[in-house]
């Protein structure tokens, strides 16, 4: 593949491509994907797996938020087709979206929900019993299902089956029992992780992350901090975290009733 790809102008796109096609020594080429049923099951790796990588090799690059930027921006579109759709179906940004960036993004979210060690560990585990054999998706689904003995349906069904996106929405804000409580709702079908960051006047700041496991069971969820003083700005969301509307990420408080 490196034979085939053009020289670049920037530093960025070199570490980027040659990255990219280095990752592709193992998916499809240590393993037998079906790039042309299953795109997503190499070019999704090849473009998630060096993201860290690319990022520390070419200073100034975060090729991570570039691609949750993208993603968001096209996410719920008309063109945007579940990642199972056969590959050789699609073409365009269909095709692009569901081989490469929300593929991408849902490995990284997987990597945030499971954890560093254990996605490494199963990812691991994928190759070692595909090598030089055909997976097809439900391989792929079912080593991790088994290999870390937890049931990812919820979020294998979501990310790679379904038409949807990414929206988390403040709903609700309010001080009760000397708390903050700030209501959460998924507004998508997509489960990303919570990050709530939320400033008082005077200078203090908290951050308050969640699993994207709270959407397993729910579309909503509160969240409580002990409050004193006023606040000036409830934050949702950041730019590793996909989400199609920010609309909704933001609650500006009134400055005499948040000191209640
Ligand atoms: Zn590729």
Same mark, same amino acid.
């Not at 096209?74 to 087709?81: K, L, P």
């Not at 089956?161 to 079908?189: C, Q, R, S, T």
């Not at 308050?208 to 006023?230: F, H, M, Y």
């Given at each position: 593949?490196?034979?085939?790809?053009?020289?670049?102008?920037?530093?960025?796109?070199?570490?980027?491509?040659?990255?990219?096609?280095?990752?592709?020594?193992?998916?499809?080429?240590?393993?037998? #994907?079906?790039?042309?049923k299953?795109?997503?099951?190499?070019e999704?790796?090849?473009?998630?797996?060096?993201f860290?990588?690319?990022? %520390?090799?070419?200073?100034?690059?975060?090729?991570?938020?570039?691609?949750?930027?993208?993603?968001?921006?096209?996410?719920?579109?008309?063109?945007?087709?579940?990642?199972?759709?056969?590959?050789?179906?699609?073409?365009?940004?269909?095709?692009?979206f569901?081989?490469?960036?929300?593929?991408?993004?849902a490995?990284?979210?997987?990597?945030?929900?499971?954890?560093? $060690?254990?996605?490494?560990?199963?990812?691991?585990?994928?190759?070692?019993?595909?090598?030089?054999?055909?997976?097809?998706?439900?391989?792929f689904?079912?080593?991790?299902?088994?290999y870390?003995?937890?049931?990812?349906?919820?979020?294998?069904k979501?990310?790679?089956?379904?038409?949807?996106?990414?929206?988390?929405?403040? $709903?609700?804000?309010?001080v009760?029992?000397?708390?903050?409580?700030?209501?959460?709702k998924?507004?998508?079908?997509?489960?990303?992780?919570?990050?709530?960051?939320? %400033?008082?006047?005077?200078?203090?700041?908290?951050?308050?992350?969640?699993?994207a496991?709270?959407?397993?069971?729910?579309? %909503? #969820?509160?969240?409580? #901090?002990? #409050?004193?003083?006023?606040?000036? $700005?409830?934050?949702?969301?950041?730019?590793?975290?996909?989400?199609?509307? $920010?609309?909704?990420?933001?609650?500006?408080?009134?400055?005499?009733?948040a000191?209640?």
């Amino acid at each position: 593949m490196m034979v085939n790809d053009g020289s670049m102008d920037k530093l960025s796109e070199t570490v980027h491509v040659t990255s990219h096609e280095i990752t592709h020594s193992y998916f499809p080429f240590y393993m037998g #994907t079906n790039e042309r049923k299953y795109a997503w099951m190499d070019e999704g790796w090849a473009t998630m797996i060096p993201f860290d990588l690319q990022a %520390s090799l070419a200073p100034g690059y975060n090729p991570r938020e570039a691609i949750v930027k993208g993603y968001s921006s096209f996410a719920g579109s008309e063109q945007d087709m579940p990642v199972m759709t056969l590959s050789y179906m699609m073409k365009w940004n269909s095709y692009r979206f569901a081989s490469y960036s929300k593929p991408a993004v849902a490995y990284d979210q997987l990597r945030a929900l499971i954890g560093r $060690k254990n996605f490494d560990n199963a990812l691991r585990e994928f190759i070692a019993r595909w090598n030089g054999k055909h997976p097809i998706p439900y391989d792929f689904f079912n080593t991790f299902n088994d290999y870390l003995k937890t049931d990812l349906n919820w979020f294998w069904k979501p990310w790679f089956f379904e038409k949807g996106y990414p929206d988390l929405a403040i $709903k609700d804000v309010k001080v009760e029992d000397n708390k903050l409580k700030v209501l959460i709702k998924n507004e998508g079908n997509i489960p990303v992780p919570i990050e709530l960051n939320i %400033s008082w006047q005077d200078g203090r700041k908290v951050n308050i992350p969640r699993s994207a496991a709270v959407w397993k069971d729910t579309d %909503s #969820t509160w969240i409580e #901090t002990g #409050t004193s003083g006023n606040i000036e $700005k409830i934050e949702l969301g950041d730019p590793a975290i996909p989400d199609i509307n $920010k609309m909704n990420n933001y609650f500006e408080l009134n400055r005499q009733s948040a000191s209640k």
